[in-house]
């Protein structure tokens, strides 16, 4: 069996309002449901109905004669207040919304540095290749066509299939930063993954990856056969990749996570863009030695296809610009295929 590329190798708390009129014969009722945590979208739902106000056990039809003017237009003024608090309040519900998605994104803010922390304290750079090489190989199951695979966490019923050997050692060392998140607050592995894959980037001096949290886990493992092998040659890899909605790009780039690790590609603990300038060397092109065996096969095909070669060469020529693409590239693969928490 040919094995495949390293890569992929408050409870929710009801807020009812009504304000009603007595010359009105319904009242309006607005509804606050606010998400026990931020999922997606982090906006409120906010639902507004009108329903048949209740009847009052007393009535009384005032008719506004000279003598009774002044009790009608009590009532007039009573009930012109009443509708101008409504108002008023319904011209707060900006306000409202403003404060109720700014604490969600606080709540969302407290729950994504508790993960941060806990991965950071079980990380070191010598095991940041085998957890981004995790990312990979938990999210490049996704099939556009099947709608099948992606970034839900089934990596953890696939171990034992060959293109996994060697991933349980990372998986080993979130399930120790895993168990105290959820001791706190409940995380899926999705989630904990592609957390754990940023900071394995940054640490090693990479970009700093933002990534959105809320996925949901799978119950059963992906469909086989859904990760790239690493002997495809440039325009299978640009097939297999484009069938997971990346680009030629988004290939190139996420390749460079091949700086990381026993590749041959520059400091092994160090994220930097020493992948695309060995590549522009071709020392696999050597006779003997050790500089023959640098990278994979598709690394090496990457440096035959046109396209590839010119990302490939801006990237050698700036850092900067692969940090920025690599960043892109990463959150597209981690929200590929990614089932997500509802409101």
Same mark, same amino acid.
């Given at each position: 069996?040919?094995?495949?590329?390293?890569?992929?190798?408050?409870?929710?708390?009801?807020?009812?309002?009504?304000?009603?009129?007595a010359?009105?014969?319904?009242?309006?009722?607005?509804?606050?449901?606010?998400?026990?945590?931020p999922?997606?979208?982090?906006?409120?739902?906010?639902?507004?109905?009108?329903?048949?106000?209740?009847?009052?056990?007393?009535?009384?039809?005032?008719?506004?004669?000279e003598?009774?003017?002044?009790?009608?237009?009590?009532?007039?003024?009573?009930? +012109?207040?009443?509708?101008?608090?409504? #108002?008023?309040? &319904?011209?707060?519900? /900006?306000?409202?919304? !403003?404060?109720? @998605? *700014?604490?969600?994104?606080?709540?969302?803010?407290?729950?994504?540095?508790?993960?941060?922390?806990?991965?950071?304290?079980?990380?070191?750079?010598?095991?940041?290749?085998?957890?981004?090489?995790?990312?990979?190989?938990?999210?490049?199951?996704?099939?556009?066509?099947?709608?099948?695979?992606?970034?839900?966490?089934?990596?953890?019923?696939e171990?034992?299939?060959?293109?996994n050997?060697?991933?349980?050692?990372?998986?080993?060392?979130?399930?120790?930063?895993?168990?105290?998140?959820?001791?706190?607050?409940?995380?899926?592995w999705?989630?904990?993954?592609?957390?754990?894959?940023?900071?394995?980037?940054?640490?090693?001096?990479?970009?700093? +990856?933002?990534?959105?949290?809320?996925? #949901?886990?799978s &119950?059963?493992?992906? /469909?086989?056969?859904? !990760?790239?092998? @690493? *002997?495809?040659?440039?325009?299978?890899?640009?097939?297999?990749?484009?069938?997971?909605?990346?680009?030629?790009q988004?290939?190139?780039?996420?390749?460079?996570?091949?700086?990381?690790?026993?590749?041959?590609?520059?400091n092994p603990?160090?994220?930097?863009?020493?992948?695309?300038?060995?590549?522009?060397?071709?020392?696999?092109?050597?006779?003997?030695?050790?500089?023959?065996?640098?990278?994979?096969?598709s690394?090496?095909?990457?440096?035959?296809?046109?396209?590839?070669?010119?990302?490939?060469?801006?990237?050698?020529?700036s850092?900067?610009?692969?940090?920025?693409?690599?960043?892109?590239?990463y959150?597209?693969?981690?929200?590929?295929?990614?089932?997500?928490?509802?409101?």
């Open positions: 069996m040919t094995s495949s590329a390293t890569l992929f190798h408050f409870k929710p708390s009801l807020l009812h309002c009504s304000a009603s009129t010359s009105s014969s319904h009242s309006l009722s607005l509804k606050f449901i606010f998400p026990a945590r999922q997606r979208p982090l906006f409120p739902t906010v639902q507004i109905q009108s329903r048949p106000s209740t009847p009052r056990a007393s009535s009384r039809t005032f008719v506004a004669t003598n009774d003017s002044g009790s009608a237009r009590d009532l007039f003024c009573a009930s +012109i207040s009443s509708r101008r608090k409504a #108002l008023a309040f &319904v011209a707060t519900l /900006p306000c409202l919304l !403003l404060l109720n @998605e *700014s604490s969600m994104a606080g709540l969302a803010t407290s729950e994504y540095m508790l993960l941060k922390e806990e991965v950071r304290k079980v990380l070191s750079k010598g095991k940041a290749a085998g957890v981004l090489r995790l990312v990979f190989h938990d999210a490049g199951t996704f099939d556009m066509d099947e709608n099948s695979g992606g970034m839900n966490g089934s990596v953890v019923y171990l034992d299939r060959p293109e050997a060697g991933l349980q050692k990372p998986m080993k060392t979130l399930e120790k930063a895993k168990t105290e998140v959820d001791a706190i607050q409940p995380v899926s999705a989630d904990m993954i592609a957390v754990a894959g940023a900071e394995a980037v940054s640490l090693c001096g990479g970009p700093t +990856i933002p990534v959105l949290l809320g996925r #949901l886990d &119950v059963e493992p992906d /469909p086989e056969g859904k !990760l790239p092998q @690493e *002997s495809l040659d440039a325009p299978g890899l640009k097939q297999c990749f484009q069938r997971k909605g990346l680009t030629t988004d290939l190139v780039a996420l390749s460079g996570a091949h700086t990381l690790g026993s590749k041959g590609f520059g603990t160090v994220f930097d863009n020493s992948y695309f300038k060995i590549l522009l060397q071709k020392p696999w092109m050597s006779s003997g030695g050790m500089s023959s065996m640098v990278g994979l096969p690394d090496r095909a990457l440096t035959e296809d046109d396209e590839c070669l010119r990302w490939i060469t801006k990237y050698a020529e850092q900067n610009m692969f940090f920025e693409d690599f960043k892109n590239a959150i597209k693969l981690v929200n590929s295929g990614a089932k997500w928490k509802s409101l």
